[in-house]
């Protein structure tokens, strides 16, 4: 299938009042090339630390160490791996398709517009496969936040199939294009609509799942804060819980919003039919790597196991202390507060009791000797 830009440009080239002074398709697609090419620069710096995480486990130093095979986390390991090798090939295959056209400038739009070339098919397969990934981790991550409750996520789900329908529909339409010069035209402007079809069902499914993701880690943070304040724990690991997790506030909130700002503006934007969709078009396919290893960087299985601490109320969930010390530990939501507790008058009263018949047992043996 083409991608969006190749559909813009066929529109555009072929529209009656189309100006080509102002309009240089080799420029729009060279543009766009070359904001894709810097925010990869951006992406693979972001892939340093997201190698980190998947495969180091520690806080740094000496405790650092590489993860054994059960304790790496394989569903987004493969899915980091997917995305950077299909950023890599689009990028890649999208240079060559510039060089193609700037040899031939005389044949740029047929060479950019060819529906039937490889790489017009590769591109667009490439943004559609990438968006729905990111839009399954996404998902995935609310789930996990959520304490792995199926019902928080069934709108989500709800968005996600009608993205995969509209992928199908779109890989449906595309064999059209090249059959005929007026059912090509026809296919054109249909292809065009389901595929921005496909982008205002993704910027709604972000925003509203990325609103679910925050709006539970912020109940999460204000619980601990609250159980901090009327209990008595250490400072050891009670001011790291609350510190941590407006990070993950923080992370959700940056990669959803950059990612979904620039989905948003890709779509304002094609509409219009004007230069700056190009570029933007090429920042919103980086971009979906980018916000997913910044929200993989910010996870650990010990915020995963905090939030399945809580259960379907958003009520913490509290272990008990050992039943033969002074000092115990309880848990809050993943986080161990250590505590000092003083006996019970009844254990007081039991001990002294038992003291007394041990006392009294072992004089009257001493008596009978």
Known sequence: MPNLSSLAIKVRSDAPDANPVTFSITAAVLSETLCQTLFYGIYLTTCVPCCRTICLVGTGGREKRWRCLNEVHWLMAVIAFALFAISTFDLAIGWLNVLQAFVRPEMAISVLTDFADWIQTAQGTDIIVCMLLWDFVLIYRCWIVHGRQWIIIIPSAVMYLGNLALAGAVFAIAPSLGHGPEKAAEATRLLEQTTLGFYGTVAVQN????????????RVERETIRCHNQGSPSLDCAQEQPRHLRSVIRAALESGALYTASVVATLISSPTKTEVFYPLSGITFQMTGIGFNMILVRTTPKS?????????????????????????????GGSCFNVHKSPKPQEI?????????IFSESSVTKGQE
Do not use: C, M, Y
């Open 349 to 357: 009263e039991s001990k002294s009791t038992q003291s007394r018949s």
């Open 304 to 332: 995963d196991q905090q939030f399945t601490a809580f259960d379907q109320n958003d009520l913490t969930t509290i272990r008990a202390p050992p039943n033969d010390g002074h000092q115990g530990t309880e848990t809050l």
């Open 207 to 218: 925003v509203f799942t990325t609103s679910l993701l925050v709006w539970r880690i912020w």
